[in-house]
């Protein structure tokens, strides 16, 4: 009989693509362990006789954020389910680390103030960004000032107390893009966020063009399934290891049974969302030849979200829906379709709403895993009921922007 068989998976020899690591990251060592499936580990706590020990490994945390060696003590300091959702998200966006948190905005809370930590409170930021991002930002709940640019203007707004330059591409809603090369390159050393929560790094890493932080509310495309809600921040070991500080010292975290569910969301992300994708570019190539419809948004490099204004009432077309979910939130199997006025972007003053481009008669929609024919069925239907335009014949444009 052969020698034992080594429990020791091989090491990778070559870089693994990214549906193969959405398949295999954080699940590495399940093989050596003798299972299929991750374990969920639900505990709070961890027992040990030895407080020496323990002493240990709370200093150690407390001195360098790292991840526990060993029990993580408690399950604020680490939990071992969710952190292989965070290596996982971590290889898929191809940087060092992730830190999960409770929600998307429980991890951008985080990110302010492990930068005002450092004593820099300073934001410069780009409109539009999600409505309760804009919100976080100019509300000052978090003691952050926040100065409000167009790319154009970042390298001017930035000051030395600057910790952190904020922006979302596409936008959400608004789908606007946003040359993330150009405006790293006006970060200088100024760490540039990227909520990549609409592309997900199927369509785009952030990180490969200069950004040094991505933000994901992953209760979105990275659950995929409208059951789960959680946020992850994707960076360098070094600002892992004070998110995880700061995640332990104010409590938002991810809960392991949503660590498990973003996991096993992650094996079918590239899946999903090049399936969602040629949907919806379907349905802007008919939106945007519709009379009903005066515009219509959708970014250069792809994916599952559109917005469009329509002529009529936006409310009628949310009430006219049978098929497509009338719900905020996006990255579901199904499809969503919201009033961002109203809804997603209500929080942000209008005036700066406005200003950014979303619109009284915007719609967003994401684009779920129906059969096309059924979605456009159920637009059609929906668009119907509003009243149909006066403005076209007035002449009007029609048609896509950002690119279409
Ligand atoms: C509570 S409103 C918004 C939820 C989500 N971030 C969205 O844009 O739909």
Known sequence: ????????????????????????????????????????????????????????????????????????????????????????????????????????????????????????????????LYGCSDHLLGAGLLGTEVTWTDPAGIADAIRPDTGLVMIETPANPTLAEIDIRAVAHACGSVPLLVDNTFATPVLQRPLEHGARIVLHSATKYLGGHGDVLGGVVACDEAFAATLRQVRFATGGVLHPLAGYLLLRGLSTLPVRVRAASAS???LVRRLTADPRIARVHYPRIGGAMISFEVYGDPHRVIAGVRLITPAVSLGSVDSLIQHPASISHRIVEEGDRRASGVGDRLLRMSVGLEDVEDLWADLCQALSDGPLPSARSAGQPLGASAGR
Do not use: K, W
Request: net charge negative; proline share 8%.
């Open 1 to 128: 009989m052969d020698d034992e068989v080594s429990m020791t998976p091989p090491a990778a020899t070559s870089p693994r693509a990214l549906a193969t690591e959405a398949v295999h990251a954080g699940r590495d060592d399940l093989a050596s362990l003798g299972l299929h499936a991750p374990p969920i580990d639900l505990s709070t706590t961890y027992p040990s006789y030895d407080s020496r020990a323990e002493a240990m490994r709370i200093d150690a945390f407390a001195t360098t954020g790292a991840r526990p060696d060993g029990p993580p003590v408690y399950a604020r300091l680490d939990n071992p389910t969710t952190a292989r959702f965070e290596t996982a998200l971590a290889r898929l966006e191809g940087v060092e680390s992730a830190v999960a948190f409770a929600s998307g905005m429980a991890a951008l809370s985080a990110v302010l103030l492990a930068r005002a930590s450092q004593g820099l409170r300073h934001v410069v930021a780009v409109r539009p």
């Open 280 to 282: 919806a570019a379907e």
